[in-house]
C-alpha cells in the first residue's frame, strides 16, 4: 500500500500559472516580431519584452523558489520560544495548508498545543482549505496537539491572553485593507500572554535576491524597516532579525 503522503502545495500556484502563460506569450510576440518589418516588428518586439520583463520574469522566479525552499522557510528552527516554556499555547495565523503550523507542532511536548486560523473558502490561494490542514496534521502525526479553524488576522477569535507564541508567516503584506497590518499586531497584542512572543516573517523588498525571484513584483513587500518600526510601534520588543536570503524572520516579546 502506498504510504500517504502531506500536500502544502505550492506558493501562489494560480499566479505563477498566469505569469507564465502571460509571459510566454510575450516570448512568441517577440519570435514573431523578428520576422517582420517595419513598424509592426518595433511594436511586436516591444510588446513581447514587456510581457517578458513583467510576467515571465517572476514566473519562472517564483517556480525556482517553490523549487528550492525545502525547509528554508520553516521557522521552527529559528523560534527559540518554542523550547524555553512547557505546554505552549501557539497560534498560528494564516496557517494555509500547515505548511510551518504542523512543523512547529512535531516539536510540542508536555502538553503544548498549536492553534491554526485561516479566512478558508471554498477555492482559496494555493488550495488552502480546513479539509488539506486537518489531513496534512493527521498525516504528519500531530492530529492530537493541533486544532484549525476560521479565523482572520484582524478580528482574532480568542480571548485575551490566551498564548504564549503568535505566529504570521507572510501574511502581514496580504492584509489590503485600511491598517491591515497594524489591526493584526494589536490583535496579536491582545490575545498574547505578558511576555509573550510575537515572530513575524517577510520578504524584504530591498534584498537582491527578492529582486531577482520576482522582480518587479517585489514592490509587493515592504523594506524590513517598515515592519520593525510597526511591531515596536505597537506593544512589542524586537529580540533579533534574522536573515535567509530576501526572508526575515523577526523575533519579539510582548511589553508587560
Not at 47 to 54: A, E, K, R, T
Not at 113 to 118: C, F, Q, S
Not at 159 to 183: A, Q, R, T, W, Y
Amino acid at each position: 500500500m502506498k504510504e500517504e503522503k502531506p500536500k502544502y502545495g505550492w506558493y501562489v500556484r494560480d499566479l505563477i500559472i498566469s505569469f507564465i502563460i502571460i509571459g510566454l506569450i510575450g516570448l512568441i510576440t517577440l519570435i514573431f516580431g523578428l520576422y517582420l518589418h517595419g513598424i509592426l516588428r518595433i511594436i511586436l518586439i516591444c510588446i513581447g519584452v514587456v510581457l517578458m520583463f513583467l510576467f515571465l520574469w517572476p514566473g519562472v522566479g517564483m517556480t525556482a523558489l517553490n523549487l528550492t525552499i525545502g525547509d528554508t522557510l520553516y521557522l521552527d528552527k529559528s523560534m527559540e520560544a518554542l523550547y524555553k516554556t512547557e505546554s505552549l499555547q501557539i497560534l498560528d495565523v494564516g496557517c494555509g495548508t500547515g505548511r510551518t503550523a504542523v512543523k512547529i507542532a512535531k516539536i510540542l511536548q508536555n502538553g503544548g498545543h498549536l492553534t491554526g486560523i485561516d479566512i478558508y473558502e471554498k477555492k482559496a490561494i494555493a488550495g488552502n482549505s480546513l479539509y488539506t490542514v486537518q489531513k496534512n496534521a493527521r498525516i504528519e502525526e500531530v492530529e492530537d496537539r493541533t486544532t484549525f479553524q476560521y479565523g482572520t488576522a484582524i478580528d482574532i477569535p480568542f480571548d485575551n491572553g490566551k498564548f504564549d507564541i503568535v505566529n504570521f508567516s507572510s501574511v502581514l503584506h496580504e492584509l489590503h485593507m485600511e491598517n491591515g497590518p497594524e489591526k493584526a499586531l494589536d490583535e496579536a497584542n491582545r490575545v498574547l500572554k505578558p511576555g509573550g512572543y510575537l515572530y513575524v516573517s517577510e520578504w524584504n523588498r530591498n534584498s537582491l535576491l527578492t529582486i531577482i525571484f520576482i522582480g518587479i513584483f517585489c514592490f509587493v513587500f515592504k523594506p524590513y524597516k517598515y515592519w520593525r518600526k510597526l511591531i515596536e510601534k505597537h506593544g512589542f520588543q524586537e529580540l533579533s532579525y534574522q536573515r535567509f536570503g530576501g526572508f526575515g524572520i523577526f523575533s519579539a516579546i510582548k511589553n508587560k
